[in-house]
């Protein structure tokens, strides 16, 4: 006999003494309901999609104009920081073969009883009137540049078979890297240096030149007192000038030539040492001013843009110091008597 449980589950029918065994069916699943799947509108794929998946996308017109004008404009912010981060590079090689003149200086100064190298040492001729320059005033040995070669070992030139040099450029550590001629001339030309602001009237006959010594200058001994290019002396307009410097020997000794014109400085007649420039960004070399075609040297205003709106000067205490723009238009203040000086072209005035 077939008995249910409780709880619905058959059991097996009972024998004689044993206990009824309960039988368990597996219960069926429940009946689901089928899911209704709705999909969404297809999209276009996305550009990263598109990518992702292989497939090669074009920019739109706009958007190269847009990636062009960015371009544009970044390198015009650049190009001028590059260009200026390549001047100061070349700047330093100057400041650095400055710093080497600096010290010859000094060492000529020291050997020769305090004495300033002269810009040049003279040679002249009774015989070729009117005391004209002949021997020696083509040669590179007898300007500042030979004469400190003993010091420099560095930067000579020398004739070839008695012969003037053939034009070159200058070598070694009398070599600025941004020195350019035409630059140059330009700052000749400024109505503030030798000319009256247009071009060539204050550059002819000196730029270019026939041959560069050195692309430096030499200050030159300007006379025993001060002097102004323009009226009042000493007011702000027209500071006080004494460049330092010395005139090196002279035969100008016969009768038709006159007296020698030799002038010594030393150290100790130079006010402020610190202050007073000596060498500075310029030109030596030989220039073609008509029947004058020796060699010369130009220290000063002209050097006014040689490096980013200024140049490298070596003062005479040895140190060498970029000043921005003219260095003829620093002025300063003497509060002894009123009267304004050039800072740094003013040897005599100043503690």
Same mark, same amino acid.
């Given at each position: ?49 598109? #990518?992702?998946?292989?497939?090669? *996308? ?8 847009? #990636? ?48 300033? #190298? ?51 450029? *200058? ?29 060539? =009237?204050? =550059? ?55 007296? =020698?014109? *030799? ?11 610190? =202050? ?10 030989? #220039? ?64």
């Amino acid at each position: 006999m077939l008995r249910r449980g409780l709880d619905g589950e058959d059991a097996i029918p009972e024998k004689m003494g044993t206990r009824p065994q309960i039988v368990r069916y597996a219960q069926r699943p429940e009946r689901q309901t089928p899911r209704i799947q709705r999909h969404a509108p297809r999209k276009e794929p996305s550009l990263n999609s598109r #990518v992702r998946s292989g497939i090669r *996308a074009g920019f739109t017109l706009i958007e190269l104009l847009v #990636v062009i004008a960015i371009i544009a404009l970044l390198a015009s912010i650049l190009l001028p920081v590059f260009s200026q981060a390549r001047e100061k590079a070349r700047q330093a090689v100057c400041l650095s073969n400055e710093k080497q003149i600096s010290n010859a200086v000094l060492m000529y100064a020291q050997d020769y009883d305090e004495n300033l #190298v002269p810009g040049r040492n003279y040679i002249w001729s009774a015989l070729q009137p009117p005391c004209s320059l002949v021997s020696k005033t083509t040669d590179f040995e007898p300007t500042w540049c030979g004469l400190l070669q003993p010091y420099l070992k560095e930067g000579g030139k020398t004739e070839q078979g008695g012969e003037p040099l053939p034009a070159g450029d *200058a070598v070694g550590v009398f070599k600025c890297p941004s020195f350019d001629p035409t630059r140059y001339a330009m700052g000749m030309d400024a109505a503030d240096c030798d000319g009256d602001g247009t071009p060539g =009237s204050g =550059s002819t006959g000196w730029m270019p030149s026939r041959n560069y010594f050195a692309n430096y200058g030499l200050s030159s001994y300007t006379g025993p007192g001060e002097f102004s290019n323009c009226a009042p002396g000493g007011s702000e307009q027209c500071p006080w000038q004494a460049f330092a410097g010395a005139i090196g020997r002279s035969n100008k000794n016969d009768g038709e030539c006159g007296g =020698s014109t *030799a002038h010594n400085m030393t150290l100790s007649q130079v006010a402020r040492p610190s =202050s007073v420039a000596f060498v500075g960004d310029g030109f030596t070399g030989l #220039v073609n001013l008509g029947p004058y075609n020796g060699s010369a040297s130009l220290f000063g205003c002209e050097a006014a843009d040689t490096h980013n709106g200024g140049a490298n000067f070596v003062m005479l205490d040895g140190h060498v110091q970029f000043i921005h723009g003219n260095i003829q238009n620093n002025e300063t203040l003497d509060p002894n008597d009123g009267q304004w000086y050039g800072t740094y072209v003013d040897y005599l005035r100043g503690n």
